[in-house]
């Protein structure tokens, strides 16, 4: 959509409005986070690339941090939601770019000029890039001991210029040999105080990040030693996040630079020798999170190292695959959880293994250890992977015999039977399913499975509420307790179950049948219920959406929304008379919840 296309905040509904206001943002994300978010909103940081208004509007952009990021954010139920690729994003948090790109967003509602381009928006940025261009203009225009002086003077009365300009010296001065660029980058990366606490990371890294260009200038005088220092230099990082509260996630945007530096160096170094290998599988084992693309060092590494690295690989596997069995032997627990180095370790033999052709060796290792429902979900795709579906089947079926009461193995057998048109089977397998776990779903999967198959679905279904009925029946001698007053609740039937399914299939006479007292049945459907009734049946409406209310003021409190709803969709269902007389009750019986009696409608 084109930014003239843009919807004015008229059009907006207010909880839109709301879903991007600075409480919500802060509330997504957090003060912090906000705060440093503001930066980028008034920078040419962000570049809107597209947008939609309806039904779920959407802005996507992309933003300029320490590499460009591809944010977006939308509304979703009333609230704000993103995505973006930035490290920080990607365990589900708010980044400061999905924050930023919401400020920008209320700004381009906030006006809308001739052009389709927001008005104070582009005014804001207009002047920025002016005053800008005039300041650039002037230093360029100065001679150097002017400007020396300037910087000199500002040192004095700016701890952080002073600090900067110390370090710029200190780097511009750095000397040449490996082992003194070491320990400059060594004291380059060091957390100061042992631990860096979350308001102290941008000050870390602004300091940290003068690795970047000490690894650039360390490899235009020896690509061959600058290696080993992009080495030193990421476990540096990796340490001071692992002493750092890094939630805005800059030690890790640190480290994916730093992550990049030794890709860029080995692809200018000559191929590595061939005991780079282990070192290498020493790092990729130690990344705590994937801060290089491991593909494009794998092949920068040269034919030489790669193969030593996977020899090394191979053997530290078998190594580790040898102390696991003994110890699950030892222990005589065939359930034995691999710890996670070992794990790891395992995958990335398997991917080499993979990646080599040696499928039937990824069988072996893959067959050896079936003694975890996850164990054999892997193989089962692995093999699907290759294209052996029939093999594939056969290991769904037999992880099915060893563990039938497992979630995850059934649902990947009942995935074959509908592929390969095993409908009778996937129709009994469901049927087991609704009876250990009975609910909506679960129901609508087997009824769908019933048609399948070739059932008399009406007869299916009559036997199916026999069964519910009788359940309900059984759970009527089971003693119930309140909590937490321990009071005995009455043993009444419990319908709710039934009643959803009567009302997924739009059944609402049926439903209002069912649900009546002493039968006990959730709120939520009784309102279902109740909203759908046609309108003869409006004063047994009003009898469900009284019982609903009457439940919740029992433990309501202000703001009193829900209840405050119900009383207005009770109301539109009453003569004058009768809504006048009903709101003075409610008046005398809650005169002492101050602020339910204040919202409520006039009589």
């Known amino acids: 959509m084109s930014p003239s296309e843009v919807e004015s905040e008229e059009t907006w509904p207010v909880e839109w409005l709301e879903a991007i206001s600075d409480a919500a943002l802060i509330k997504a994300s957090s003060s912090g986070i906000f705060s440093r978010a503001k930066a980028y909103a ?34 979703e139920a009333d609230r704000i939601a993103g995505d973006c690729n930035c490290p920080n994003a990607q365990d589900g948090w708010f980044c400061k770019h999905q924050v930023a790109l919401a400020m920008v967003w209320r700004e381009r509602l906030a006006g809308i000029g001739a052009n389709g381009e927001p008005g104070a928006a582009k005014s804001q940025r207009a002047s920025r890039q002016e005053k800008r261009q005039s300041l650039e203009e002037f230093l360029y225009a100065q001679d150097v001991q002017t400007l020396a002086d300037k910087l000199l003077s500002f040192a004095r009365y700016d701890r952080q210029i002073a600090s900067d300009l110390r370090q710029w010296h200190k780097l511009a001065t750095v000397p040449g040999t490996p082992t003194e660029l070491k320990s400059v980058i060594t004291q380059l990366l060091a957390p100061l105080d042992g631990f860096i606490e979350y308001g102290e990371t941008d000050a870390y890294v602004r300091r940290a990040e003068s690795v970047i260009p000490l690894l650039q ?3 235009e005088r020896d690509p061959e030693s600058a290696v080993e220092l992009a080495v030193h230099a990421l476990r540096r990082a990796w340490h001071a996040m692992g002493v750092a509260d890094d939630s805005n996630g800059d030690i890790g945007d ?43 060092v794998e092949e920068a590494i040269g034919p030489v190292a790669l193969e030593h690295y996977r020899s090394c690989l191979a053997s530290r596997w078998r190594k580790e695959r040898d102390q696991y069995l003994a110890e699950r032997a030892k222990a005589k627990n065939q359930d034995l959880d691999k710890d996670w180095d070992f ?6 033999h398997l991917a080499e293994l993979e990646r080599a052709g040696q499928v039937e060796s990824v069988l072996d290792v893959l067959k050896e250890d079936l003694t975890s429902p996850g164990a054999h979900e892997t193989l089962i795709r692995f093999l699907e992977r290759h294209g052996r579906q029939r093999e594939a089947f056969a290991a769904a079926e037999a992880a099915y015999k060893k563990y039938p009461d497992h979630w995850r193995v059934e649902s990947t057998l009942l995935e074959f039977y ?4 095993w409908h009778r089977e996937a129709f009994k397998l469901l049927e087991k399913r609704f009876k250990k776990a009975p609910d909506l779903a679960n129901y609508q999967a087997l009824i769908e499975a019933a048609k399948i198959a070739g059932e008399d ?88 959406l ?3 209310f009457e439940a919740l003021m029992q433990t309501a409190s202000t703001p009193y929304r829900e209840p405050l709803e119900l009383v207005g969709q009770i109301i539109k269902r009453q003569d004058a008379a009768t809504r006048r007389a009903w709101l003075t009750e409610l008046r005398t019986r809650f005169k002492l919840k101050r602020n339910f009696i204040r919202d409520l409608p006039a009589a």
């Open 418 to 421: 509908r592929r390969d048109g």
């Open 546 to 548: 009284k019982r609903i």
């Open 254 to 296: 640190l480290c994916i630079r730093v992550g990049e530096q030794l890709l860029d160096i080995l692809q200018t170094a000559e191929d590595q020798p061939e005991a780079f290998g282990k070192t290498y599988l020493q790092l990729i084992i130690d990344d705590p999170f994937g801060s290089f693309d491991a593909a494009a």
């Open 343 to 348: 794990a790891r370790l395992q995958k990335l």
């Open 217 to 219: 200038k360390a490899c």
């Open 42 to 75: 008034h920078s040419d940081a962000i570049e809107i690339t597209d947008e939609a208004p309806y039904p779920e509007p959407t802005l996507w952009a992309q933003v300029l941090g320490t590499h460009l990021y591809e944010t977006s954010v939308w509304i």
């Open 457 to 544: 679905v009406e007869q299916y279904r009559e036997s199916v509420f026999k069964r519910l009925i009788a359940l309900e029946k059984a759970q009527m001698k089971e003693p119930r307790i309140q909590w937490p007053s321990g009071k005995a609740l009455p043993k009444v039937p419990r319908v709710t179950l039934r009643a959803q399914i009567l009302v997924s299939e739009k059944r609402w006479l049926e439903a209002l049948e069912i649900v009546q007292p002493p039968a006990e049945c959730e709120g939520e459907v009784l309102r279902n219920i109740a909203l759908h009734l046609p309108k003869s049946h409006q004063a047994e409406a009003v009898t469900l």
